[in-house]
C-alpha cells in the first residue's frame, strides 16, 4: 500500500468551477489557512460574478455602480485590464468580450490564485499547488503538472515539471466556445489549447482571440 501523502489537501466547488489547495508539509494550521484561502475566493465571486445580480461587476454592467466608486480590488482589476488591453491590441478587452458589457472573468480567475498564493505567502508557507479549472501555480519543489489534451477528454497531452511557476490553459474542451475576438465577435480559430507559463498566473489572457500572434 503507498503511505499517504503528507500535508492536507481540499477541494471546493467556487467561481462555478472546482479549485483545489495542496498544502505539503505537517504544519497544524492548515484547516485555518484553507478556510482563509477558499473565503478569499468566495469573496471573489462575490465580487466579479457576472452570474450574481449583487456582485459590483453586474452593479457597473447595470450603471448602478461607477468603476470609479467599485472596491479597492475591483479597481485594480480594471486596472489591469485596461494594460492589458493595451499591451494586446485590444485583443483582451473586458468591456468588449460581452454582448452584455463588462466581463473581466477573462483576468480574475489567474488574479484570484495569485491572492491566494500571496495568503500563502503571508503564513510561510512555500510548499503548495492551487489549481483553478486549469490556473495553477506550484511552489516550493518539483511538481509536475499535467496539461489537458483538447481532442482527447482522458488524456494529458504534455506533462510538465515545474516549481515557483504557473500555467495556464484555455480551450473549447470543457465550455466550449467562450472566448470572442473583440474586434470581429467572431469566435478564434486556428488554436486549440494555448497554454502559458510565467511567474504569476493573472499574465495569461488573450491568447486565443490573439490567433494571429500564435
Known amino acids: ?123 510561510g508557507r512555500r510548499i503548495y499547488a492551487i489549481n483553478a479549472a486549469g490556473d495553477v501555480r506550484v511552489g516550493g519543489r518539483t511538481w509536475r503538472v499535467g496539461i489537458q489534451h483538447p481532442f482527447e477528454h482522458n488524456a494529458v497531452a504534455k506533462v510538465v515539471e515545474a516549481d515557483d511557476l504557473a500555467i495556464a490553459t484555455s480551450g473549447a474542451y470543457e465550455r466550449g466556445n467562450h472566448v470572442r475576438d473583440p474586434h470581429t465577435g467572431c469566435w478564434p480559430s486556428g488554436i486549440d489549447c494555448p497554454r502559458c507559463l510565467s511567474e504569476r498566473s493573472s499574465r495569461r489572457t488573450g491568447a486565443r482571440a490573439l490567433r494571429r500572434a500564435v
Do not use: H, N
Not at 472546482?18 to 471573489?44: H, K, N, Q, T, Y
Not at 475591483?74 to 485590444?90: F, K, M, P, W
Open 1 to 123: 500500500m503507498p503511505s499517504e501523502l503528507p500535508g492536507t489537501r481540499r477541494i471546493e466547488q467556487v467561481m462555478g468551477m472546482p479549485i483545489m489547495v495542496d498544502l505539503r508539509g505537517e504544519e497544524s494550521d492548515d484547516d485555518a489557512l484553507l478556510d482563509e484561502i477558499f473565503e478569499w475566493f468566495r469573496r471573489v465571486d462575490a465580487k466579479f460574478s457576472t452570474y450574481r445580480d449583487d456582485s459590483e461587476v453586474s452593479l457597473i454592467r447595470r450603471g448602478e455602480l461607477e468603476a470609479d466608486d467599485a472596491s479597492a480590488e475591483v479597481r485594480e482589476v480594471l486596472a489591469r485590464c485596461e494594460q492589458l488591453s493595451a499591451e494586446t491590441d485590444g485583443y483582451f478587452d473586458a468591456w468588449a468580450c460581452s454582448p452584455d458589457g463588462l466581463d473581466p472573468s477573462g483576468l480574475v480567475k489567474g488574479w484570484s490564485v495569485d491572492g491566494a498564493v500571496a495568503i500563502l505567502a503571508r503564513a
